[in-house]
């Protein structure tokens, strides 16, 4: 079983920024890739940015040069950095992991709690 506990989000005007990080606990797992999520009211969760165990990252059109999605595979870390928000960004942010099973190879996808981004117009 992997734990993820997720931090930061919280209320910025538009154009601000803001930075919410997960780490992922466990015993005899593998960290594979790793990302961030979000999901709006009334709308389905849909997919911000993820980042390798080699560190390629891929993101969403919608928050291409404004988002960063980095790593710390010492710590089983992952942050995201928003910059230039926008009242639309608005949305509760998931952090998610797919880990391998040590014992018996196989790959499990863990999410976190959320944490709630709000961006004001």
């Known amino acids: 079983q992997v734990q993820l506990v997720e931090s930061g989000g919280g209320l910025v005007q538009a154009g601000g920024s803001l930075r919410v990080s997960c780490a992922a606990s466990?015993?005899?797992?593998?960290?594979?890739?790793m990302g961030w999520y979000r999901q709006a009211p009334g709308n389905q969760r849909e997919l911000v940015a993820t980042?390798?165990?080699?560190?390629?990252?891929s993101y969403a059109d919608s928050v291409k040069s404004r988002f960063t999605i980095s790593r710390d595979n010492a710590k089983n870390t992952v942050s995201l950095e928003m910059n230039s928000l926008k009242p639309e960004d608005t949305a509760v942010y998931y952090c998610?992991?797919?880990?391998?099973?040590?014992?018996?190879?196989?790959?499990?996808?863990?999410w976190g709690q959320g944490t709630q981004v709000t961006v004001s117009s």
């Open positions: 466990g015993r005899m797992f593998r960290i594979d890739d």
């Open positions: 998610n992991v797919r880990a391998e099973n040590l014992w018996s190879g196989r790959n499990y996808d863990y």
């Open positions: 980042i390798s165990s080699g560190g390629s990252t």
